[in-house]
């Protein structure tokens, strides 16, 4: 096999590992009740274990005691004894697969959020904001201080009691061991600030505490920054010294290395790099860690691909490696590999929908894996055939829900045609790749291409499907998802016409495919401050033009995640893009030959000008319901869904009902501008039943 | 001729082997045709060695001449000795030994003793005639270079050089190790130095040697760029492969 | 220059005329500091949010909402950040060290670059008596950057007899160096470029015991020249500690390159001419080798095939012709038109490639990450935004297919007067 470095097994502590990739903590936002572990959590981890994942440590952010709320993120809570049956479910779900699993535990002290749950008082060394959370904190004591490194012991007492087979103290994202270290935020004078030794004491004391409790036969690992790049904050040779000195103790079984630190925007953007980045940017920090350690070194961010991880892993510079997102996207990553069909792995393009999602306290989901983390639905990873009557299935639209749902049906076993209006698939997904930094967004298309080529879907490129053409194909179902257009028609002062000569507004559409020459002076007005907006921006600006982004909303790409709307704001201020806020675009009239767009503050009412060649607009996707309506009722079921069955995952009744007329369906954005996993979500859950 | 071969050992198990290197080496002289081909080697002999020595046995040989040798001593002596009594036309030998220092030199130092050209690293003897060799030299990235050698000359072996054959139990066994004597010198200067299993060495990855704490970070997450690079916009096909040519001639990447 | 001033009155008025469409455009250019904020036709204020603030005294951008100061009579423009690196020059050395780079395809290897590194911590050990590091090079070169690796002193040998393979006169020369100056320590890259050999020819020439496969050195108050060395040894199975010898054959990465000072890398003549040799070794020159055989990973000239490729014969024909291991972007092979171990990149094959030419690949991250350690990339592509345009040394602007053509034809014609020549 070419992967022997990735099926290499490996020691950590007493523990073999039976292969050289993990899936390291993240918050999963699904422990709830309290942080008790939910069955959703444990059909998660179970998943991974069974597609074949060596190590997974869950809990990212898991709390040790009760002023270090769990409430936000809803992670696991293991300040009480209660958390130990719920381990044990846990540790037999993974353990069954011949999966090993550990949990983070820590205390986040100042990085977290006061304003709810019990109102704690967040502790810090020295009682410093932190700005990610806009969170304000009191200077510990020392009782507390050594409280919580009791606390830190008795989390691990009841992982191990548990039956889990590790925990992974976190040192890194600005937790409380690390803001004792970091001599950005630990201004102390006393034993626990100042000199190294000081500042490394509270680490130094919850590991020994640890160890002691636990003893020599459970692992305990550590996860630390490789360089915080902040320049009052820990450097790459400090970083170094600190993990030399805890690995000297012995007492340390495995460190993990996260490149970066994370408490402004900025750097948080680097801890879960998006496609923006390069592959493993920050693989040499890890690498610089590993050199001076003599336990195995972890290292994540990046790494998604297995060619990949088998060269870093070839190359000695880590001794495993995190493919976390990549699990996400695909939890049986490592089985593929095994039976040689990588090039069915879905793997993770770095839209970071997942951790953007998890920072606003959602659930973490795919983008383009719906059945991840709603395995506890029964919503299925691998579909199975099935065992009903094979059907035609017709698919209008090559978009994320097309592509999703003629897949499904073709898993299924049945006759699927795929028509799509332009010569590839993609749809929005096309248009988003064209932007600066974003091309990896394709890969999501690249996996259903190369699927729907394996399921020898019938896919009929550059062809319009109209009422006539699906009907001859006598179809049992039909599944609508032509998704829509750009809405410029809303506001008649805009001055848009479907006549390109006439229109004095184009869409970020037309931009981004280059339908439109990018002008020289250009202002965007864009109502979502979503990606497409932003993309459009940085699209001009790259193309030399000036641009100014207009928003009547808060701030240009206030609803890009946090992890992504850093790197387009890397790429705009450097190309001197100007971000305006709180001004809605009123009108655009001609004058000579340039444009003028009339802008209107939100909050005063007061107008002004811009003279601009091209004034571009986002204003959001029209639903196209043209062959929706000349089929509804054509349709046996008069394209209704039945919601109870689909909010429930269960099968449409109306597939089991008999008829000669067709069944009709329709899911993404030619029902309501919503986002690719929607659509996604849709078809996944609608088709897997036909 | 003469190949001169040692005892390897297996980079993984640790065990005692034919040298990879040695090996080729008397693959490389069996393809020679109407070669009379010896064996010699200089160490010491026992057990773990025997066996090691026997696999070149297997390869189709009757007896293999083992100068007994102590173990840590110099034996460029006891080799130039041998050599120089009967003086074979073509030296086969190895890069550098699998045990020990395997610095390599040894080769270099028999030719410098024995006053005869020496050519390295050779992936191929393509022809003995008239007192001189026609061999391939192996360069780096799978490249070849051909050159011809007067004799008599050494030539060491590159991993490029064709795979050796099994070695066949039988005559293996039934071979002769022709054991002779030949002074001994000891190697002081290696009594002094300290031996330990090496760790693997990763390639390094990148240099981010700036000071200040964006600059680091700029480093790690920037793109691979280049900058600055010429572009040719609204030329011909001609003149854009014109230009390409020349880097091309220019970089010798062109044979 | 010339200090009267030169006007332009059309260009005055396009300034003072708001509505003329080049009035933005002009204002800028005359540098008066274009106006940010002026009243419109119809009464309402515009601005142009991009020339608010002016280049303040101190190279920074400034804005003044007081309008005290204001950006005309051209400010402070940025000062130009030419931050060249310190020279550094050592006029009478304490001892030399002298270093042999392999100087691959004419220039400085990277190998060769951790040697100068690894020299330079030599001769800079002591600040009171510096040493100087002597570089040994044959041969035709197109190197410019020797000052800044670190060189004081180079010698440079030419003509016919050092070029291409020719050990005998390339040891008779060394030992010519060594009798004229005598440098305290010599270090020759342990590589199959030429130095690994070339280095062990010189220790036994001159009788020296060197040490092979050096990776680390320490200063050492025990070892007779102040050194220790860490080398690998054992077909790379062992590390020997021992003292750094006179003569060492370093492996790469032993130090790391000099990258903050200039030096000033200047030419040493041999006192006497060297004697003719005869040399025993006659170097019949490269052999074409089948490119297709050579590991993707190994390839020293790369023909890489992406999206843009319509015309796969002709890719193909190209490739054979020019003798280029062929590459492919991951959607070439997605697309079947190429297969999965020809995929350059993060996610297929690092490539080292001497010269890497991209044929209709736009350069995705991962496939830009791959090539990072080529030496020379030229992109032929028909957009000239894209990313691998931004990253190539050389890119063509078209169809890819018409230049390769273009390209074969010239490569075979230059072929055929060669053979006629002959």
Request: aromatic share 6%; with cysteine; glycine share 10%.
């Amino acid at each position: 096999m070419a992967f022997d470095a990735i099926f290499q097994p490996i020691q950590i502590g007493n523990l073999t590992i039976r292969n050289r990739v993990v899936s390291t903590a993240h918050a999963e936002v699904h422990a709830t009740d309290g942080g008790m572990t939910t069955d959703r959590y444990v059909k998660y981890y179970e998943e991974k274990a069974k597609g074949g994942c060596g190590l997974c440590i869950c809990g990212g952010s898991s709390v040790v005691s009760i002023d270090s709320p769990q409430g936000w993120w809803s992670s696991v809570n293991l300040s009480t004894d209660r958390i130990i049956p719920h381990f044990q479910n846990l540790a037999d779900a993974v353990h069954k697969h011949g999966g090993k699993i550990m949990i983070q535990i820590t205390h986040m002290g100042r990085r977290s959020r006061w304003d709810g749950f019990d109102w704690p008082t967040l502790v810090s060394p020295s009682g410093i904001r932190e700005p990610v959370h806009r969170s304000t904190c009191k200077t510990i004591e020392e009782e507390e201080i050594w409280r919580i490194i009791g606390d830190f012991a008795q989390a691990a007492r009841r992982a191990k009691e548990g039956g889990l087979d590790g925990v992974e103290l976190s040192a890194v994202h600005q937790h409380l061991v690390d803001q004792f270290w970091s001599p950005r935020v630990n201004k102390r004078t006393d034993q626990w600030g100042g000199s190294f030794e000081n500042r490394m004491r509270f680490g130094m004391e919850v590991l020994k505490a640890v160890r002691a409790e636990v003893g020599d036969d459970f692992v305990v690992g550590m996860r630390i920054c490789g360089d915080e790049f902040h320049p009052d904050g820990l450097s790459h040779d400090d970083m170094k010294q600190i993990a030399a000195y805890y690995d000297a103790t012995g007492k340390v079984d495995f460190f993990g290395v996260v490149g970066s630190g994370c408490d402004t925007h900025d750097t948080l953007a680097n801890v879960i790099p998006n496609m923006a980045y390069p592959p493993e940017p920050f693989l040499h920090l890890a690498a610089g860690i590993k050199e001076v350690v003599k336990a195995p070194v972890i290292h994540a961010q990046n790494i998604k691909d297995p060619n990949q991880a088998e060269r870093i892993l070839e190359g000695g510079y880590v001794d495993l490696v995190g493919m976390t997102r990549a699990h996400i996207a695909d939890p049986h990553l490592i089985a593929k590999i095994k039976m040689d069909q990588v090039d069915q792995i879905k793997q993770c393009v770095g839209a970071n929908y997942c951790i953007d999602r998890q920072y606003q306290g959602l659930d973490v989901l795919c983008i383009q894996n719906a059945a991840t983390s709603r395995e506890y639905m029964g919503l299925p990873h691998i579909i199975e055939q099935t065992e009903g009557k094979k059907r035609k299935v017709v698919v209008v639209g090559g978009g994320p829900g097309g592509m999703e749902a003629a897949r499904v049906a073709a898993e299924r076993g049945h006759d699927v045609t795929l028509f799509e209006a332009s010569d590839q698939l993609g749809g929005q997904i096309t248009t988003a790749a064209k932007a600066p930094q974003r091309d990896q967004i394709a890969g999501i298309t690249r996996w259903f291409q190369l699927e729907l080529d394996r399921l020898k879907v019938d896919q009929r490129l550059g062809s319009r499907a109209d009422e006539a053409t699906i009907l001859d194909l006598r179809p049992d179902i039909v599944v609508l998802a032509t998704g829509g257009r750009p809405y410029l028609e809303q506001h008649e002062e805009w001055g848009y016409s479907d006549n390109a000569e006439e229109s004095l507004v184009v869409s970020t559409w037309d931009i981004l495919n280059g339908k439109v020459e990018p002008g020289k002076n250009v202002l965007i007005y864009d109502a979502l401050c979503e990606f497409s907006g932003m993309s459009a921006a940085d699209y001009l600006a790259d193309k030399g033009a000036k641009v100014e982004i207009v928003t009547d909303d808060i701030k240009p790409g206030a609803a890009v995640g946090g992890t992504t709307f850093p790197t387009y704001y890397r790429s705009l201020y450097q190309k001197e893009v100007i971000m305006t806020s709180d001004m809605m675009l009123h009108k655009v009239y001609r004058e000579g030959d340039s444009l003028v767009a009339v802008l209107e503050n939100e909050y005063t009412g007061t107008q002004e000008e811009r003279v601009v060649d091209q004034v571009v607009v986002e204003n959001g996707v029209r639903p196209d319901e043209a062959l929706y309506y000349a089929l509804k009722d054509r349709s046996r079921n008069k394209g209704q869904v039945d919601l109870e069955a689909l909010y429930a995952i269960k099968p449409q009744p109306c597939l089991s009902e008999e008829g000669d007329e067709p069944l009709l369906f329709r899911l993404g954005d030619c029902t309501a501008p919503r986002n690719t996993h929607a659509a996604i979500y849709d078809a996944l859950r609608l088709c897997k039943d036909f | 001729m003469t190949v001169l071969v040692s005892v390897g050992r297996h980079p993984v198990t640790g065990r005692s082997r034919r040298a990879d290197q040695d090996a080729r080496g008397v693959e490389l002289a069996r393809t020679l045709p109407g070669a009379e081909i010896g064996l010699l080697h200089a160490g010491r002999l026992d057990e773990g060695n025997e066996a090691a020595l026997r696999g070149y046995l297997g390869m189709g040989f009757d007896a293999l001449t083992l100068i007994e040798q102590p173990e840590s001593s110099d034996a460029l002596p006891a080799l130039a000795e041998a050599l120089k009594a009967a003086p074979p036309q073509l030296v086969i030998a190895g890069e550098r030994a699998e045990q020990g220092e395997g610095s390599g030199l040894l080769p270099y130092l028999l030719a410098e003793r024995l006053g005869w050209p020496l050519v390295s690293g050779l992936a191929a003897v393509e022809e003995v005639s008239g007192g001189v060799a026609t061999v391939l030299q192996a360069l780096p990235r799978g490249q070849r270079r051909r050159l011809k050698v007067r004799l008599p000359a050494i030539v060491t072996v590159d991993a490029a050089a064709p795979a050796p054959r099994q070695s066949a139990f039988g005559p293996a066994q039934r071979g002769r190790l022709e054991v002779s004597e030949a002074p001994v010198a000891a190697d002081v200067e290696m009594a002094e130095w300290q031996f330990k299993p090496a760790r693997k060495r990763p390639k390094r990855l990148k240099i981010v040697k700036a000071a200040s704490a964006r600059d680091r970070f700029k480093a790690a997450a920037a793109k691979a760029e280049g900058g600055g690079g010429q572009v040719l916009t609204d030329v011909t096909a001609e003149q854009g492969a014109a230009a390409v040519y020349k880097l091309l001639k220019e970089e010798g990447v062109l044979r | 220059m010339s200090e009267i001033l030169r006007r332009d009155p059309r260009k005055e008025w396009i300034a003072r005329n708001r509505l003329h469409p080049q009035h933005l455009e002009v204002l800028a250019e005359l540098g008066g500091g274009a106006a940010s904020e002026w009243v419109g036709p119809n009464g309402l204020v515009r601005r142009n949010p991009h020339v608010v603030g002016f280049m303040g005294p101190n190279g920074l951008k400034r804005i003044d909402r007081s309008g005290v100061q204001q950006g005309a009579g051209g400010g402070g423009a940025a000062k130009a950040a030419t931050q060249s690196k310190p020279l550094v020059e050592i006029e009478s050395p304490a001892f030399l060290v002298a270093v042999v780079p392999d100087m691959a395809g004419g220039r400085l290897t990277g190998h060769d670059r951790d040697l100068l590194g690894l020299a330079r911590q030599l001769a800079d050990a002591d600040p009171a008596a510096p040493g100087a590091v002597l570089a040994v090079i044959f041969g035709e070169h197109k190197e410019d950057g020797f000052a800044e690796a670190g060189i004081d002193r180079l010698l440079h040998l030419d003509g016919p007899d050092v070029e291409g393979f020719a050990p005998e006169a390339r040891l008779g020369a060394l030992v010519a160096a060594e009798e004229a100056w005598t440098p305290r320590h010599w270090l020759i890259p342990d590589s199959k470029l030429g130095g690994a050999d070339l280095g062990r020819r010189l220790a036994a020439r001159l009788g020296e015991r060197p040490a092979t496969g050096v990776w680390q050195i320490e200063a050492s108050a025990e070892a007779d020249l102040g050194w220790s060395c860490t080398a690998r040894g054992a077909a790379g199975t062992l590390d020997i500690q021992r003292s750094l010898p006179r003569f060492a054959l370093a492996l790469a990465e032993c130090a790391e390159p000099v990258s903050d000072t200039r030096h000033a890398a200047s030419e040493l003549t041999l006192p006497q001419a060297l004697p003719a040799q005869l040399s025993r070794i006659e170097d019949l020159g490269q052999v074409a080798v089948d490119p297709a055989g050579v590991a993707l990973s190994e390839a020293e000239f790369i023909l890489s095939a992406g999206n843009g490729v319509r015309d796969w014969d002709g890719f193909h024909h190209a490739a054979e012709v020019l003798g280029a291991t062929e590459g492919a972007s991951r959607v070439a092979v997605d697309d079947g038109f190429m297969a999965r171990n020809r995929q350059v990149g993060a996610t297929g094959t690092w490539v080292t490639a001497r010269v890497y030419v991209a044929v209709g690949i736009s350069g995705a991250i991962q496939h830009l990450q791959g090539i990072q350690s080529c030496d020379k990339v030229v992109a032929i592509n028909m957009d000239p935004g894209c990313d691998m345009i931004k990253r190539a040394d050389l890119a063509v602007i078209g169809d890819s297919a018409k230049v390769l053509e273009a390209l074969v034809a010239l490569v075979e014609q230059a072929r055929e007067e060669k053979r006629n020549a002959a």
